[in-house]
């Protein structure tokens, strides 16, 4: 069957052995599949990657980063077949999501980073079974591949200790911020400030929901903060409880993941705030800890989601509280992927593009 593979740091479209179902595990036709940012930086960055992945004690199953890899884990895919001994509790033709991890004899298998199975830029994958949520309501394929990224947004917002009249800063607009703004509306807070150099990120936010929209270049994303009643400085803050006031807990989500971002909030955020860091920054970073202390700045740092949090932001989608047509701005075969790896360096290009395996 065809997968595109990478290989020596490129992506090829090529030949992969079919694939068999074992014990407990689903054969499954790949209808969509999302291209992730860290996909892309996985692309050149694999062994690095892995690296910093088992320094913080995670798993790998004895994934080689050299060997060849298919990507993609935000996938939508077809029910073909089944292994043996498995309950077989869904229909052959039926659409499904999962989170993307297959139990194997050896071990977990992580889609799209594993040498052992394909991920979601492949004809097929195995799926386990019982990790299988079908897809309801009619919702469209391309919506439902984007269950994986928004369960990310919704585990961001999950962290967050927010009040009832928390207001939110989200710093980047890709696809990590876009799904803390979708997290964050569809559980009722607000204002939500968005902020992005990007037009076409700031409009797809504004789509999702976010109450004030800045572009950085133009103005300083934390010049709003009095104007929804919090006071910057730790002196002001202890003033307006002193005269009997109060005001809700600022919290910033920063969804960029390049150095120097977080050092940058922690000088400009308001005392006291909490910083949710869902950006993942691939390189080394320097903060000052001593100006995080002064401002009793609390950092908190998210990966990832719950099988509860994947399952109900499926269901969120189905349900139309969050609302993801607007952001699949490309479609590609297998054969197109390289080049749309290439089209997603420019911000203004396309908010996300979908694989196709079946184009």
């Known amino acids: 069957m065809r997968a595109v593979v990478r290989r020596e740091k490129r992506l090829v479209c090529d030949e992969i052995p079919e694939l068999q179902p074992a014990e407990g595990q689903a054969l499954v036709r790949t209808l969509a599949c999302g291209i992730c940012g860290s996909d892309l930086h996985a692309l050149h960055h694999m062994e690095h990657m892995i690296e910093l992945t088992r320094r913080a004690g995670g798993g790998d ?13 935000e996938f939508c895919a077809e029910v073909l077949d089944f292994g043996p001994g498995t309950p077989r509790r869904l229909k052959a033709g039926a659409r499904v999501v999962s989170i993307p991890v297959t139990m194997t004899a050896s071990g977990v298998e992580m889609l799209g980073f594993s040498n052992r199975l394909p991920g979601g830029f492949s004809e097929c994958m195995l799926l386990s079974e019982a990790m299988l949520l079908e897809v309801p309501n009619g919702l469209p394929t391309d ?9 990310v947004g919704l585990h961001a917002v999950a962290k967050a200790r927010l009040e009832p009249k928390s207001v939110c800063l989200v710093v980047g607009c890709g696809p990590v911020g876009l799904a803390v703004i979708a997290a964050l509306k569809a559980q009722g ?22 109450d004030v929209l800045v572009d950085p270049a133009v103005e300083d994303p934390h010049g709003r903060w009095e104007a929804f009643g919090v006071p910057k400085a730790r002196a002001a803050q202890q003033m307006v409880r002193m005269m009997g006031g109060g005001f809700a807990r600022p919290v910033v989500f920063e969804c960029v993941g390049a150095p120097g971002v977080l050092q940058n909030l922690i000088e400009a955020a308001p005392a006291g705030a909490q910083i949710v860091v869902a950006g993942v920054c691939m390189e080394t ?35 139309g509280v969050v609302d993801v047509s607007h952001l699949v701005t490309g479609r590609v075969s297998l054969s197109e992927v390289a080049g749309a790896f290439d089209a997603l360096g420019d911000p203004e290009a396309h908010v996300k593009i979908v694989v196709d395996p079946t184009a």
């Open 189 to 210: 807070h607000g204002p939500v400030i968005a902020a992005d150099f990007s037009p076409r990120r700031r409009a797809a936010a504004e789509r999702l929901g976010a």
């Open 285 to 319: 970073d320097r903060i000052e800890p001593s100006i995080a202390i002064t401002k009793e700045i609390e950092l908190t740092f998210v990966f990832g989601y719950t099988p509860e949090e994947f399952a109900l932001t499926l269901r969120r989608l189905a349900e």
């Open 143 to 151: 919506h439902a591949a984007m269950t994986e990224p928004f369960a």
């Open 61 to 73: 199953n004895g994934f080689d980063p050299s060997a060849d890899t298919v990507f993609g884990h």
